[in-house]
C-alpha cells in the first residue's frame, strides 16, 4: 500500500466575520509523540494539524496537555483532572488521544491499556465530547515495534467498538524510508519530516469529518 504524503489537503479557508461561529475546544492527552518531542521547529503533530483547521464558522481553541513519560495510566488521570477545566469554558469540546510508546516501553499489559483508554473515552462520550484516537507510530526497533502492534490492535478494537475514529500509523509508516531516518537519527522519535507524516494521516483519516468541516 502507497500513501502520498506531499499532498496534503487545505483546510483554511477565509474567515467571515459575519458568520455564527462555532466555539470549538479540542484538547490533546498522550505523551512523547502527542508533545512532538524531538521536533527541532517544536511543533509536533498537533500543532500542524491544528493550523490546517480552519472554516468560517470555526473559533478553535487548542490545548496539548501531551506529556514526555505519560502512558494511558496518567492520560486517564489527565482526562479527568486537568482537561475539563479546559473544556469548560467552550461550547464544544473534544479530545484526542495518543498512547502506546510508554505503555510499551513501561510494559504496561494489553489488558490494562485496553482499560484505561476505554475509561478515557466512554468518560468523554459520556460527558457529551467527541474522541479522536492517533496510534502509535513506529520507533525504528523491530522489536518493540512488534509489541507496539499488539497496543495499536487494541486501540483499533476499543473504537471500532464505540463508532469512534482511529488513526492507523504503524502500518503505513513502518517501512516508510523518511520516517525511519528521522527516528534512526532520533532515538526512536521522529524529527520535523515524521512529525508531518503523523499529521498527514491524522489529517486524511477522519479529521475533517470528526470537525464538522464540510467540503
Known sequence: MSFDFTATPDFTATADPTASQRDVCVVT???ALAAGAGDPKNQGWVTRVMARTSAEDLRLTAYN???????????????TTEAPARWGAHADSRLIVSVGLEDARQGISIARHRLNLANVLDSATNAGIGAFVVGPAPTGESGLDDGLQHYAQAQA???????????ECLAPL?????WLTDVMSGGGLPAQAGYGLIAWLVLNNGWRSFMGIDG
Do not use: E, I, K, Y
Open 65 to 79: 496537555l501531551a506529556v514526555v513519560g505519560d502512558t494511558s495510566t496518567q492520560v486517564l488521570l489527565r482526562s
Open 174 to 178: 513502518r517501512n516508510h524510508d523518511q
Open 29 to 31: 492527552l498522550g505523551g
Open 157 to 167: 478494537d476499543v473504537c471500532d467498538r464505540r463508532g469512534l475514529p482511529f488513526v
